[in-house]
């Protein structure tokens, strides 16, 4: 046990509620100025129940911040899946506060029972370790993406982040009401470290879970896309075999007719007509620069998107002249983008006489570009209204187009997205 001042005590516990919400903010990564009241209310009431418990029931506060957190916060979240990462950001970012309070004591509280002229030296020193190791915290958490984890309706994972929090909570109460806490925090570290993995397995078990189920949703579309152009170059086989049969006989009855000096230039330019119907018909090469791109995912996405454009009969120019192999967003987010801009554009030109869309795709070193523009022919007020949440032009359709565009962007600083319109409608997109 440490033996301080209650200005070191007091201090220390408006330093752990400020670290609470830079790591909060930083795993729910939705921080927004109007959050600063609610911040700084949330502190004052927690520090007035610290004040007032003195020590007693000392989780207490926590969960009640915790709690109240939840309460404000869950106003400003849309869906069910934005609560779920609200509720399991706060449990995780309370768990971290935790497990790195135990760890820094848990190695140093050996070495510094017997030395009570040290208590408050380490205690003020124990505000720098616990920012270096949150720091630490974040940085891998935002490394290796967690973020993907928190934000779906997983109730396995919300309980064990609930079981996990209290679970430390009882064994921090049974270390203070018998002073042992030296005695058993290595084996807390060890429990907090067997739960971490199980945690991850979990974690890794619930995406590859989800990711296979991606894949056979993207399998089933990619054999629906193959069903259509299989047809199609089945249809365009027949009629290729069928033009070679006639063609012969065009030939021999104009070599006949030549031969017999009876060749008009009616029946020449008749024969052209009849040529160029199939030898300068447009045969479909909208897919042709398809093989450049090399994700299997974005790939699958703009086959389907392309089958959907020719069944309507809708103009197509794709072009994609360099290798699409680099990912600078995590690829479901960039697969939603464009899939999201593709459909407003098919939305867009469906009902417009001769309705153009153009697809087009590159990349460099630096950076990629993707450029999505249709015909256009609404007014720049409806064309506002695409950005407001719940309109569509479609009907009964949900209409979370462009602004849940808007909403991915929000979290990558390397992404440029620019609308215009003029005579078309254009998404242009750059990420570096």
Do not use: W
Request: charged share 25%; hydrophobic share 45%.
């Amino acid at each position: 046990m440490f033996l301080i001042n209650s200005q070191l005590y007091y201090g220390r516990l408006f330093f752990d509620s400020l670290l609470f919400f830079f790591l909060f903010f930083n795993i729910h990564g939705k921080f927004k100025n109007k959050n600063i009241i609610a911040v700084v209310f949330l502190l004052i009431c927690n520090f007035l129940i610290e004040y007032l418990l003195k020590g007693y029931y000392n989780s207490l506060p926590d969960i009640l911040l915790i709690t109240s957190c939840f309460l404000i916060f869950k106003r400003q979240e849309d869906n069910i899946n934005d609560l779920y990462l609200l509720l399991n950001s706060l449990l995780l970012s309370k768990i971290i506060i935790y497990s790195v309070r135990i760890l820094i004591r848990g190695l140093v509280l050996p070495y510094m029972a017997s030395k009570p002229e040290l208590h408050e030296l380490f205690y003020s020193l124990e505000y720098l370790f616990n920012v270096i190791f949150i720091m630490i915290a974040i940085k891998l958490y935002k490394k290796y993406r967690f973020s993907k984890y928190l934000n779906r309706q997983d109730i396995a994972l919300t309980g064990l982040f609930i079981y996990l929090l209290l679970s430390i909570i009882i064994f921090i109460y049974f270390a203070n009401k018998f002073q042992e806490f030296k005695y058993i925090a290595s084996g807390l570290f060890i429990f907090l470290l067997i739960q971490f993995i199980l945690i991850i397995l979990i974690c890794t078990k619930e995406f590859n879970k989800k990711r296979m189920e991606h894949e056979d949703n993207l399998l089933k579309k990619r054999v629906e896309v193959l069903k259509f152009y299989t047809n199609k170059l089945e249809k365009e086989q027949l009629e290729l075999k069928k033009f070679k049969h006639d063609y012969k006989n065009l030939l021999l009855s104009l070599k006949d007719s030549i031969e017999s000096n009876e060749l008009s230039s009616e029946a020449i330019e008749e024969f052209q007509k009849y040529s160029s119907r199939y030898l300068n018909s447009d045969t479909d090469h909208s897919i042709d620069d398809i093989v450049n791109i090399k994700n299997v995912y974005l790939k699958s996405l703009l086959l389907e998107k392309i089958a959907i454009i020719n069944q309507k009969n809708i103009f197509l120019d794709f072009e994609c002249k360099t290798i699409i192999d680099e990912e600078y967003i995590p690829i479901f987010d960039l697969i939603r983008i464009i899939g999201i801009s593709i459909d407003n554009a098919i939305e867009g030109t469906t009902n417009i006489e001769n309705g153009k869309i153009k697809i087009f795709i590159y990349q460099t070193k630096k950076y990629q570009e993707f450029l999505i523009q249709n015909s256009f022919n609404d007014s720049q007020e409806q064309v506002n209204k695409f950005f407001d949440m719940g309109f569509s032009t479609k009907k009964l359709h949900g209409g979370f187009g462009l602004s849940n565009v808007q909403e991915i962007i929000k979290k990558y600083p390397n992404i440029f997205i620019e609308y215009t319109t003029n005579i078309d409608f254009t998404v242009q997109i750059l990420i570096n």
